[in-house]
């Protein structure tokens, strides 16, 4: 499974912003999809996964309400979309996605994808 997400940029608080993950391999649609963040000098951070399915959603408390996830599978490629509205300083952090066995920030992750920067300038 090969992930790479896309999307991330220099925004204002209060912005939005919609980042993808496209995903390819024989396995992939029966991975759960998440994203993490990762600031600076902070450990990495569960923020949202999506079921195999597309049925199930899972959010970190810090997003509720302001980030949306979101997953289009065709064959052999997926593409998973992290919708991030009413950005906040507090949101800066490189953002990944991982191809993971279980939902939740205990998942086990299989795959990781490469990072991209997400900065919200206040």
């Known amino acids: 499974v090969q992930l790479q997400a896309s999307g991330g940029g220099l925004v204002q608080a209060g912005d939005s912003l919609r980042l993808s993950c496209a995903a390819s391999?024989?396995?992939?649609?029966?991975?759960?999809i998440d994203w993490f963040r990762q600031a600076p000098g902070k450990e990495r951070e569960f923020v949202a996964a999506?079921?195999?399915?597309?049925?199930?959603?899972?959010?970190a408390d810090s997003v509720k309400g302001r980030f949306s996830i979101s997953r289009q599978n065709a064959n052999a490629k997926i593409t998973v979309y992290l919708q991030m509205n009413s950005l906040q300083p507090h949101d800066t952090a490189v953002y990944y996605c991982?191809?993971?066995?279980?939902?939740?920030?205990?998942?086990?992750?299989?795959?990781w994808g490469q990072g991209t920067q997400v900065t919200v300038s206040s």
């Open positions: 991982a191809a993971a066995v279980n939902a939740g920030p205990g998942g086990r992750v299989d795959f």
């Open positions: 391999g024989s396995t992939v649609s029966r991975y759960v």
């Open positions: 999506i079921s195999w399915n597309g049925i199930s959603t899972y959010y």
